[in-house]
Nanobody
Framework: QVQLVESGGGSVQAGGSLKLSCAVS????????MAWFRQDPGAEREGIVS???????YYRDPVKGRFAVSKDNDKNELYLEILSLKSEDTAMYYC?????????????????????????WGQGTQVTVSS
């Protein structure tokens, strides 16, 4: 059973930056398709970026340039760095994971930002940006 634990959120002023972490257990980041989502109360969960087990990335267009995803295979962690924070970035941030598909000698991730495509979720870390 894959377990995900996010950390690194907090209260920051607009213009600042944060680096969120997602610690993975019960699986390894090099066999998981992973993603970051965020959600405001009363709003739908919004995909930010997906990261394939091979390191490929897919960003939702509006966040390109300010958000950067990375992972550390040795630490088995996923990261999301957010630059030039804006008040509209205030949300609960979640990491999500889905085991990659193995097709012969190839591994495949859907690279999707549809929340239903991910089985495993962390509890979230709150980011609050004040202007």
């Amino acid at each position: 059973q894959v377990q995900l634990v996010e950390s690194g959120g907090g209260s920051v002023q607009a213009g600042g930056s944060l680096k969120l972490s997602c610690a993975v257990s019960g699986g390894t980041v090099d066999t998981l398709c992973m993603a970051w989502f965020r959600q405001d109360p009363g709003a739908e969960r919004e995909g930010i970026v997906s990261l394939g087990s091979d390191g490929s990335t897919y960003y939702r267009d509006p966040v390109k340039g300010r958000f950067a995803v990375s992972k550390d295979n040795d630490k088995n962690e996923l990261y999301l760095e957010i630059l030039s924070l804006k008040s509209e970035d205030t949300a609960m941030y979640y990491c999500a994971a889905e085991p990659h598909l193995v097709l012969g000698s190839t591994t495949v991730c859907a690279m999707t930002l549809v929340s239903l495509q991910y089985t495993y979720w962390g509890q979230g870390t709150q980011v609050t940006v004040s202007s």
